[in-house]
């Protein structure tokens, strides 16, 4: 375990993307942190006040409303979809979604229980630490941005994957029945990306870069391939895979595996994502965007 | 235009009863809904603003238990189906309050037509609390858009005064091998807090373009009386007009105990218009009107 813990992740994040940003801190009319794991001061985790305005103090948000979403996994994209729609109806101009993420822990404690590959701990051997921040602001009218935001909770299965503190550990431990939830989501993305696609006027093909969950290499690929299977067209784009490097980052996995792709120069201004969030719930969620120069701009090529 | 409470429940656990948190939040949202006529099946949000659960849950939402429970159109999707979204918000005993904001933006949009709203608090249990502080119950509010001039008037106002010495915490440490909470609140947390809920409160009422004589009523949470009084002492409103639970050990579901009462005692009278107050750790303050 090293320095950092949840809300160190958080407002490490938050600062680099206020710096990559044209706004300033007291420009934000929201900030919403989205975190499952709150450890502040090694493995405490924190149930009150919202994390949201630690963050919002550390960086100067001063006119910022905040306060926190618990969603699993899904945490990022809704708080996305919450602005989102704030700023369509004209609530607000512009606000930060932000989560920290400091989840490995849970692989330590499961390490010391997992037996056998059945063991339901199994999925927390692969999670990641990260944090993650992106702002969302009203466009100008014709510029590119988000173009749909929906979600489905499939309740039926709000029940195979549980995540609390141990009883006999510091930290928290999850159990997960992974081979239903992986049945589940797949057949159920299907459906419910087509149905983002008819509602945004688009096709599969008109997709450039898909980003899903990461819980692992060999779900995400035979993942797709059902769903392209089942929709009949398949993105330009392999979906994107950075679970292998830095493990399951929980709410932040579509952010950073967004910014590793503008930063290896595999996204371009005009190009469309597909951020397909699959979580604890089920929550299955579709965000439909294109990016604008900005977002190519401020995250730019590593070389 | 605005967002409506069509209806409101509040359920205690007895005594001698053990209910955990999802009980509660089942028990109120199940209530609220048979209560109000409506079919789970027809609403499309379901936001849980409770924080004390079984375990401490931290994954998945709550909401999506409640959601299956209740049976919120919960199953796969399929030709011909309703997909309905649920999922948390924590905002200390102010979340009630951030929920009814989220539920009114969203149908406000159209993206919603019915969004359901459930809170509850209980001992966690597995030996977490060695002693909870807060009675367990579960609230649930059930939210309409209404095309009358009726329901949340304008924003929901907001400010958070932050000061160490304010300490209202909730954590979950480790002490001694296991895992505990640990709820601390600071000697002048309600003083505190009412100057915060006084400031949010005139902020809604000039914006509103109103004086604290065209209040029907003011409905206010927490229901430490320390809070109510620096609250109204720091404002122009009449201690009189001022609303609480009567329970000072309800946590996040007090706004809606609170609102329970004003309703079922005849206070949100016909386009009298109420002043919905509540402050919590942070310490966070938010303020909104309503018109019944």
Known sequence: MGDEDSLT??????????????????????????????????????????????????????????????????????????????IRIGAIRRGMVVSGEYISQLGHNAARHVHNILSRELASLTLGDAGAALIVERAPAGQPGIDFIGFTTVADHSRLCLAYPSEHEPGARMFTKARKIHEVAIKDTAPLLQEALDIAGIDLEDVDCVIPHQTSARAIRKGMSEVTGALGGAPRHEAVVTVDRYGNTASTTHTVALIEELRAGRLRAGDRVALIALASGLEIGVVLLTLDEQAVKSHGHDD | MGTTIEEIRVVQAGPHSHHDALWLADAAGKECLESAGVLPTDVDLLINAGLYRDRILGEPALASLVQEDIGINPEDPHPGGHGSFSFDVANGACGALTALQLADRFLQAGTIRKALIVSSDADPGHRLASSFPFRPAGGAVLCVHDTTRRGLLGHVH???????????????????????????????????????????????LAAGGLTPDDLAVVV???????????????SDIDPERVITSGDERLHTVSLVAALDYAHANGLLTRNGIALLVCAGSGITAGAALYRS
């Open chain 2, 220 to 234: 206010a949470a927490p229901a430490y009386p320390t809070f109510v009084r620096s609250f109204t002492s720091h």
């Open chain 1, 9 to 86: 992740l958080a407002v490490g994040a938050a600062q680099d993307c206020l710096k990559r940003s044209n706004c300033n801190a007291v420009d934000l009319d929201v900030v919403i942190s989205c975190s499952i794991t709150k450890y502040c001061d090694g493995l405490t985790q924190w149930l009150e006040p919202a994390m949201s305005i630690a963050v919002a103090n550390a960086i100067g948000a001063t006119n910022a409303v905040t306060f926190d979403v618990s969603n699993a996994c899904a945490g990022m994209l809704t708080g996305m979809f919450i602005l989102d729609n704030w």
């Open chain 2, 158 to 204: 907001w400010t958070t005064v932050t000061d160490e010495r304010h300490a209202w915490r909730a954590t979950v440490g480790s002490d001694g091998g296991h895992n505990r909470l640990h709820i601390e609140m600071g000697p002048t947390f309600c003083d505190d807090a009412g100057v915060a809920a006084a400031k949010v409160a005139a902020e809604a």
